[in-house]
């Protein structure tokens, strides 16, 4: 069974610097793109990043030039450094793996994280 694990989320002022990691766990093949989704209170889940595991990327313009998404194939990792955070950046992250292919080579699609929580103060 595949799962994500969240970790780095926190409480920072604004302007400050938070950066997120993902591991995806279980006995894995390979994995598709993986991204970065947040959900703020009373809204929708939107996207916020996303990286195939050719390391093509793609970006909220709302996040543009302060966000960076990266990926550790090797250790089945994405990451999302975020720089200059805003009160508007406050949300739940959740991380999502489109399709997941492990040892067993029955593919696993869309799975999602637990969610780590960022919390930007003014």
């Known amino acids: 069974q595949v799962q994500l694990v969240e970790s780095g989320g926190g409480l920072v002022q604004a302007g400050g610097s938070l950066r997120l990691s993902c591991a995806a766990s279980?006995?894995?093949?390979?994995?598709?793109?993986m991204g970065w989704y947040r959900q703020a209170l009373g809204k929708q889940r939107e996207l916020v990043a996303t990286i195939t595991s050719g390391a093509s990327t793609n970006y909220a313009d709302s996040v543009k030039g302060r966000f960076t998404i990266s990926r550790d194939n090797a250790k089945n990792t994405v990451y999302l450094q975020m720089n200059n955070l805003k009160p508007e950046d406050t949300a739940v992250y959740y991380c999502?793996?489109?399709?997941?292919?492990?040892?067993?080579?029955?593919?696993?699609?869309?799975?999602w994280g637990q969610g780590t929580q960022v919390t930007v103060s003014s």
């Open positions: 999502n793996v489109d399709r997941v292919v492990p040892t067993s080579f029955i593919p696993v699609f869309d799975v």
């Open positions: 279980g006995s894995i093949f390979s994995i598709n793109a």
